[in-house]
């Protein structure tokens, strides 16, 4: 069989698993968030924090909780890596380094799961397990919980309450995310991901030297590090190594894993605004941008232009032999269209085409289809700017799903929107103005070496996590620059979309009328991908120009 026809095969039965569990899946996700009762081991923790759960809170409060929680969490996971010497499990490790401490805490309660470290030598399976697998729960339920706090803004009318913060975050973590991650990591252990927590085995190498190859309890925190699209591996080199992703089998389950709560969140947010087309659209602008990515990455990749690949006959340097390009390309297309930043393969040897694609799918703001949470309330912000935009260029009423589209609403989905160009463009910028950071951080010049600045921003900004491996950013700059993009790059945009889903919730319902554009049909979801591309366009071609276009043109 033809390499390209096992990778044909291979996007075939992914897209016909996620059609299988599309209706079934989305359907219980909407359950979870609309049911009034409350589970006996739910109601236990409400008493132990002291939550009421059945009041409701305003936009105000509910993101108080997200940031209070968040900033807890931050301090928690600090100083979980501070006093890693006098935990159990510690594997007689040192405490963690102040600023890797700092980055890492960030990292991981913002979804980004950036690792400037090495994990099998820096972090004990305490810190792994207890510090950096529970913020894979917990920071990828606060992003379900956002979304659904938008979706009550359109489904509510007048009324300054948009659900429960607590709640909706108990109920992610305890509902969706934990069976689902219980059930996926006895299927990786069964094909062959490592669950153990030993130390490591010691072999002979052919060299005849004594080697410690170290393990980990590997399973668990891959099965979530995927579904709750973290990224975080717990080996260095990600879902590369063996004892994370061992074969195709692994390899095609992480990445169902990824995509099924982005792309089933769709049909939840139809069933909840009692119209399932208007899920359709959004999972059709998802499809579209995710399949035309993977094409021009699988072209690239398998046309390479390089001198080196071009002698090679294909472009497989930084890939695994036992996944070739077809699976390593659907592996970082999937990757980095979600807040995801696991990685099969090294995005710094692809090709400047293929790499500036994975860059282009964060850039697009990683809502093909984005991350567990964000991808939907991603979407819908540029929905709520595509709509607007339509009305100012034929008159139509600026109305979506029966709420009217004013200043107020139009200015807190710019503000989610340009939040990240900001980090990404300030944060590059301030890099390159550091010659001496550069030189220090960088293994490539020219256009390659831009392109792996811009793809550490944007991945910082984007909370996505994955990186061009030619770059060192463990000095106190990169620490604190890409920290910083990290927390303004999650908590901004989070607040605009709350303070967003309360000025919904407050307006009346109004009824369709004869100016009001169709949302739920295949021309919305031609304005809905157009903004996607334009805004990105219009933001980073200069800065793409300068790197991956460049790259792809030598």
Not at 217 to 231: H, M
């Amino acid at each position: 069989m033809s390499t390209t026809l096992a990778g044909l095969l291979q996007v075939g039965v992914l897209l016909l698993l996620l059609a299988a569990v599309y209706v079934p899946f989305g359907n219980y996700i909407a359950g979870v968030y609309t049911g009034a009762r409350h589970l006996r081991f739910e109601r236990a923790i409400y008493r132990i924090v002291r939550v009421d759960p059945d009041s409701e809170q305003r936009w105000t409060v509910y993101a108080a909780g997200v940031l209070g929680f968040s900033f807890v969490s931050v301090l928690l996971l600090y100083l979980l890596q501070r006093f890693q010497p006098f935990l159990p499990l510690d594997l007689g490790r040192g405490a963690v380094d102040p600023g890797i401490a700092f980055n890492t805490a960030i990292s991981f309660v913002t979804n980004t799961n950036w690792q400037s470290y090495v994990p099998e030598s820096v972090m004990g399976h305490t810190v792994q397990m207890a510090g950096l697998t529970v913020q894979n729960f917990v920071s990828g339920a606060v992003g379900i919980a956002v979304a659904v706090a938008l979706i009550r803004g359109f489904i509510r009318a007048s009324t300054d309450r948009i659900g429960n913060f607590w709640v909706d975050l108990t109920r992610g973590v305890i509902r969706i995310l934990l069976p689902v991650a219980f059930v996926s990591a006895i299927v990786l252990v069964a094909t062959g991901v490592v669950m153990s927590l030993r130390t490591g085995v010691d072999v002979t190498g052919i060299d005849g030297q004594r080697h410690t190859i170290a393990l980990a309890p590997a399973a668990s925190q891959e099965a979530i590090k995927e579904l709750g699209t973290n990224g975080g591996g717990i080996f260095n080199t990600n879902s590369s190594h063996p004892f994370e992703n061992p074969n195709g089998w692994s390899n095609l389950l992480e990445i169902f894993l990824i995509l099924v709560i982005p792309v089933s969140l769709t049909r939840a947010f139809g069933v909840m605004v009692r119209d399932t087309r208007q899920g359709h659209v959004l999972l059709g602008v998802m499809g579209a941008l995710w399949g035309a990515m993977l094409a021009v990455a699988w072209w690239a990749e398998t046309h390479p232009n390089g001198p080196a690949t071009l002698a090679a006959g294909a472009a497989m340097e930084g890939k695994e032999v036992r996944f070739d390009i077809p699976s390593s390309v659907l592996f970082a297309v999937s990757t980095t269209g979600t807040s995801t930043g696991a990685v099969n393969g090294m995005h710094d040897s692809y090709t400047g085409l293929g790499g500036g694609v994975a860059l282009l799918n964060m850039l697009f703001g990683e809502v093909a289809p984005g991350g567990v949470g964000t991808g939907l309330y991603g979407l819908l912000v540029l929905a709520v700017i595509a709509v607007f935009l339509a009305g100012l260029m034929v008159g139509r009423t600026p109305e979506y799903l029966g709420k009217k589209l004013g200043r107020q609403q139009v200015t807190a989905a710019a503000i989610a929107i340009l939040a990240m160009p900001t980090m990404v463009l300030l944060g590059s910028g301030a890099a390159l103005a550091q010659p001496g950071e550069l030189n220090a951080a960088l293994a490539n010049s020219g256009a390659h070496g831009f392109s792996e600045v811009l793809y550490a921003y944007a991945s910082a900004g984007n909370n996505n996590g994955s990186a061009f491996a030619g770059i060192t950013v463990t000095s106190p700059f990169f620490q604190s620059t890409l920290g910083l993009a990290m927390l303004f790059g999650r908590f901004i945009p989070i607040l605009a979309v709350l303070a967003l889903a309360g000025s919904l919730a407050a307006q009346r319902r109004v009824e369709p009328g004869a100016g009001t554009l169709p949302t739920d049909g295949v021309l919305f979801g031609v304005l809905v991908t157009g903004t996607v591309v334009i805004v990105a366009a219009l933001t980073f071609f200069p800065a793409l120009g300068l790197g991956p276009i460049a790259e792809a043109l030598a």
